[in-house]
């Protein structure tokens, strides 16, 4: 798992102190400029989300911004856990 168990932790615990839910979510990617790992990315998401995406200047990386309405904290995690999933994927 690329993101670290220990950091969702510690984000869901900030996430819930925070609260204000539900809200607009930012996530933000690093993921290798494929059209497999793009698409895996965008899978995990609502269709309504908004999407944004950079190629880095040698072209090897996409960096992915992904904005969403999220109900709580918990739906946060569960989108990077199924994130971590793709391999090499770098969590911001």
């Known amino acids: 798992m690329s993101i670290h168990i220990d950091f969702l932790k510690r984000l869901e615990d900030q996430l819930n ?9 930012m996530f933000k990617f690093i993921i290798l400029n494929n059209n497999r790992d793009y698409a895996l ?8 989300s908004i999407i944004t995406y950079r190629n880095s200047n040698a ?14 904290a ?16 770098i969590a911001l």
């Open 17 to 25: 102190v925070e609260g204000n839910w539900p809200k607009v979510y």
């Open 74 to 89: 918990s739906e946060v995690i569960v989108r990077y856990r199924k994130a971590s999933e793709i391999e090499g994927l």
């Open 59 to 72: 072209g090897k990386y996409i960096s992915v911004t992904i904005k969403e309405m999220m109900m709580d």
């Open 41 to 48: 990315l965008r899978h995990i998401f609502n269709e309504d």
